[in-house]
């Protein structure tokens, strides 16, 4: 999703008291408040696709598949984001300031664009890391076809895997992840019209 900066230097609770009130989805860090704007076709079915699939290997599990409608807070970042998935196993816990905000996602997921994909892999990937629950961040390419698996090791360092064909292992799931699934019908959108900027 595209990110346009509206407003600067709110506190937290000020962003809170706005997002509440907002028609929109607006991110929050470094005291900016950030509207996202609306995806391609192509990033809504990734994210659907990712969704099923994440939701059937998990089945029977307690865990949860989160659309983007979820907000979580990078609690020693102070910021407030929407990925395109979150998956938290058990129990979600809240922000103490909003019961809407989930704090410990196991998984988060982010479907790159052309416009977030540098902020995705740098600075939003940085806050993440500061999320303790945080044991995988995965990156979905929209074309070309490629999944990328950062695994939190226990030393605290970040192990990468990569795929752009058969399977891919998300450990801290014990699951393996089909591409040919996460790209199922994307062929349907190739006539699709350019996106606008």
């Not at 704007?37 to 949860?64: Q, V």
């Not at 044991?135 to 990468?160: D, H």
């Not at 998300?170 to 699951?175: D, F, G, R, S």
């Not at 959108?189 to 606008?196: H, I, M, V």
Request: contains cysteine.
């Amino acid at each position: 999703m595209k990110a346009n900066a509206i407003a600067l230097h709110l506190t937290e609770d000020e962003y809170l008291a706005l997002e509440d009130e907002a028609d929109e989805k607006h991110e929050f860090v470094n005291g900016e408040m950030i509207a996202m704007s609306g995806g391609t076709p192509a990033h809504a079915a990734i994210a659907a696709n990712l969704a099923g699939e994440l939701r059937t290997l998990l089945k029977g599990r307690p865990c949860l598949v989160l659309s983007s409608d979820v907000r979580v807070s990078v609690g020693p970042t102070g910021m407030y984001t929407y990925p395109d998935l979150s998956i938290v196993c058990g129990r979600p816990q809240y922000a103490p300031k909003s019961r809407v905000t989930i704090t410990n996602p196991l998984v988060l997921v982010e479907v790159l664009s052309d416009s977030t994909e540098a902020y995705d892999r740098g600075a939003k990937s940085a806050h993440y890391r500061h999320i303790e629950s945080l044991k995988a961040y995965i990156l979905v390419s929209q074309a070309p076809r490629r999944i990328e698996v950062f695994t939190r090791m226990p030393a605290g360092g970040w192990l990468l895997n990569e795929a752009q064909e058969g399977e891919l292992r998300i450990p801290c799931l014990e699951v393996a992840l089909s591409v040919d699934e996460v790209y199922l019908n994307l062929e349907l959108l190739e006539d699709e019209p350019p996106a606008e900027a």
